[in-house]
């Protein structure tokens, strides 16, 4: 059991890292929009991803739709940047997604792993935060919630049901982005600071 929590805690370390690494490209390109220009883009206009194509059909209804679209998925960056370029505010948007989606990463990999049971607050903190990514940016919490996920001053309560997670055009919201690199940052530190994790029940 040891030997195994050991392999997910340095599991969890690489994930956390691989998406503090990955996240500066997509906040500088989101944050910088409006410095790319169309010379910039001739070569990288159409972003082109490769699938798999198989011999086998799988027996879907999809299948009818799957025969008719091309070989390889086209992104287009140009309309994306443009899109922010004529108006800037959605740029909140998208770096929401960005971000939302490193978290969302973290934790389910904590949750897929035992993890999410630690009794840690910046652990029972990550998972609210998840909570309220897949209720559309959007708290739910029971009334009654007896405060115990906390990081760095926030507070997770009942108070915030219905509350946004992250702010947008229609006003602020619990965290800013930073607050939620700064989160990744603690977990990061935090699990390279244990030899190996506490009894879940226990822990905190």
């Known amino acids: 059991m040891g030997k195994a929590r ?12 691989e998406q503090l690494r990955v996240l500066p490209v997509s906040i500088a390109t989101i944050l910088q929009s409006e410095r790319i220009g169309d010379a910039d883009l001739a070569a990288s206009a159409h972003l082109m991803l ?9 027996g879907s ?6 025969d008719c679209a091309p070989p390889d ?3 287009d960056l140009r309309e994306s940047l443009r899109a922010m370029q004529v108006n800037p505010s959605i740029k909140t948007d998208y770096l929401r997604v960005v971000i939302s989606n490193a978290l ?3 934790g389910m990999f904590f949750r897929q792993h035992g993890m999410a049971e630690m009794r840690t ?7 609210h ?11 739910k919490v029971d009334t009654g919630y007896i405060p115990i996920a906390t990081f760095d001053g926030l507070v997770i309560s009942s108070s915030l049901n219905g509350t946004p997670l992250f702010g947008g055009q229609n006003g602020e919201g619990f965290m800013e982005f930073g607050d939620a690199i700064a989160l990744l940052q603690w977990l990061s530190r935090y699990l390279r600071g244990e030899s190996e994790f506490i009894s879940w029940g226990d822990a905190g």
């Open 61 to 66: 209804a999809g299948n009818i739709v799957a």
């Open 6 to 17: 050991g392999e997910a805690r340095l599991m969890a370390i690489d994930l956390i890292e």
């Open 73 to 75: 998925t086209s992104l």
């Open 121 to 127: 607050p910046e652990v029972q903190f990550l998972g």
């Open 129 to 139: 935060v998840g909570n309220a990514i897949l209720n559309a940016n959007i708290f």
């Open 50 to 58: 490769k699938r798999k194509r198989r011999a086998n059909k799988t």
């Open 104 to 106: 969302l990463a973290v």
